[in-house]
């Protein structure tokens, strides 16, 4: 390669870099945005795979070997006596729990969960397999004749008032074996449930198969696990290529978007078996040979919520790749919200300290750029002196760039910022359900959802188009200049189906960006001025 090449690459490094996101985002909204099939045909679909994979092995024979399947057993689910034993209701839930000792279905009664209609969404569909707090035993024989044999329960219903829980005790009597299932149920949704065997019989439990309220191509769903270690190990739907087993689990938890199934246990750790669907989907369980004893969830992963149970669950709240960021930018706008009462207004003062963090950086990326502007001629009289000489014309760049304190370079690294930030906070209002239905402005009512009116994706054009305007550029090649004025026109597409808040951090982040290049303009506009003037005298 020449030099003229290289040095066309060093003066427009940040163009390239500006085409290279852009390409990035075409590639993720291809990805992300692709649309899903309908979540009441995926979830029949799903149920009858799994059921097809249960009836096609059998079951496992000892717990204590590494080919435990928890999915391997020949139950004829079509015989399963599954009618509603049991209901318990708070202010906050209604639970029913079936003949066969499951939570058949989980009602949030809260406003803010209800579906479109105002009807309380139920995170438990009737096609659901496995269900909450099911039970399978290693040995076949045994889990036949439980899957066929009613449960027994202490009462059929509990009413849960403020700050009462209660339990509901459930037992099961096999030929030779007889089951105990004694959950207490919390107002706010939470449980414990421990499980008593007459005598020593592998067995295994789950927190149930994940909820299919909020499944979409956006975000992260599947299985997710805390160790003792505090390591988190996350099972992504669909990827799940063989059976997974982490002794010594504070947390296992099956989730989707906004919502989870988990049991937890901080003081005995759980064995956790990480079993799969047909569709490589990961199915949570626990198990154990007598008794069993943990905490379990089901509900929203509202930060506020789970804090106020244990802190450490606030880990079943995954972010994806970018969590390592996206956790502390969660953690900064729920501290400005708590202090500024609305998310849309802390998206905007967050996106201000985001700017004063960065402002060194894109204080001398700017003067690098105006610089680079007022060297164009120079740079030009170079090329046409030494372009018979490409080492000479590189020397002489060189000591023009290091004599008039220029990089053609420094507008890199201010971009190569933004873009972990700019996930983080895409993750941040996809996955946190504080975030969903809070308001910003007058016609923004969810900054989770898009833009219902386009205001500030047009918006948000428009300052990268005015912000291109005033920016120096040395552009050359006619192409990349073409591509430079159609960006504001592809971001502003891109934006259209973006979150309301993401566009909003965007958009104030523009604003700053044109504020700032039109005060270093002005500086460098008087500067120049005054150059002039002394040269006139």
């Known amino acids: ?77 079509s015989s399963l006596k599954s009618g509603v034993l049991a209901s318990v209701e708070s202010k906050h839930f209604k639970a029913e729990i079936d003949s066969l000792g499951r939570v058949s279905s989980f009602y949030l009664k809260d406003k803010k969960y209800q579906n479109e209609d105002k009807t309380p969404i139920n995170l438990i569909s009737k096609e659901q397999n496995p269900r909450p707090l099911e039970l399978r035993f290693s040995n076949n024989t045994i889990n036949e004749e439980a899957f066929k044999t009613n449960y027994n329960a202490n009462t059929n219903e509990l009413i849960l008032d403020t700050n009462e829980s209660k339990k509901l005790v459930l037992t099961q009597n096999l030929s030779n074996l007889k089951v105990e299932k004694i959950i207490t149920f919390h107002p706010e949704g939470h449980y414990e449930v421990e499980v008593k065997l007459s005598q020593n019989t592998p067995f295994f439990i789950t927190p149930g198969f994940r909820p ?49 199934n988990f049991f937890y246990n901080f003081d005995k750790p759980l064995n956790i078996t990480i079993s799969k669907d047909a569709k490589d989907n990961p199915i949570v369980f626990a198990y154990a040979d007598k ?74 990326s700017m003067i690098s750029m105006n610089k680079l502007k007022d060297l164009a001629p120079k740079m030009k009289d170079i090329k046409e002196r030494y372009k018979g000489d490409p080492q000479k014309m590189n020397i002489h760049m060189m000591e023009l760039y290091k004599k008039h304190g220029a990089n053609p370079m420094s507008g890199c690294l201010p971009i190569l910022l933004q873009i972990p930030i700019f996930f983080a906070i895409y993750r941040v209002l996809f996955n946190a359900i504080e975030l969903k239905d809070a308001p910003w402005a007058f016609w923004i009512h969810d900054l989770s959802a ?86 006139a005298k």
């Not at 291809?30 to 099939?37: A, V």
């Not at 299919?212 to 992260?220: E, G, H, L």
């Not at 120096?472 to 960006?487: R, S, V, W």
Request: net charge negative.
């Open 1 to 77: 390669m020449n030099h003229s090449n290289n040095n066309n690459i060093f003066q427009q490094k940040r163009i390239l870099l500006a085409v290279v996101l852009s390409f990035i985002f075409f590639v993720a909204y291809d990805y992300f945005f692709l649309p899903k099939p309908n979540l009441s045909e995926q979830n029949i679909t799903q149920n009858n795979i799994t059921t097809a994979q249960n009836l096609s092995a059998n079951a496992a024979p000892e717990l204590k070997t590494n080919s435990l399947n928890p999915t391997q057993t020949n139950v004829e689910i």
């Open 212 to 260: 299919s309220i909020a499944v979409d191509s956006y975000t992260v769903h599947g299985a997710l696990v805390l160790d003792t270690e505090d390591t988190i190990h996350t099972f992504e739907d669909g990827d799940m290529d063989m059976e997974e087993r982490i002794d010594k689990a504070f947390i296992a938890s099956a989730f989707d978007r906004y919502y989870a």
């Open 291 to 364: 008794e069993f004893k943990a905490g379990g969830y089901i509900g929203a992963k509202e930060h506020e919520a789970l804090r106020a149970i244990d802190e450490r669950l606030e880990n079943v709240v995954e972010f994806g790749w970018f969590t390592f960021v996206a956790k502390p930018m969660y953690q900064g706008l729920d501290f400005l919200f708590k202090h500024i009462g609305n998310w849309g207004w802390a998206i905007v003062v967050l996106t201000l300290i985001v700017r004063v963090i960065l402002f060194p950086l894109t204080y001398k």
């Open 450 to 535: 898009m833009d219902p009116y386009f205001i500030l994706p047009i918006l948000m054009g428009a300052t990268m188009f005015l912000q291109q305007l005033i920016t120096p550029m040395t552009i050359q090649d006619p192409l990349q200049a073409k591509i430079m004025k159609f960006l504001p026109v592809i971001f502003t597409i891109f934006f259209i189906t973006f979150p309301a808040g993401l566009t909003l951090y965007w958009f104030v982040n523009n604003v700053c960006s044109l504020i700032q290049q039109w005060i270093i303009n002005k500086m460098f506009e008087k500067e120049h001025h005054k150059r002039e003037s002394e040269k």
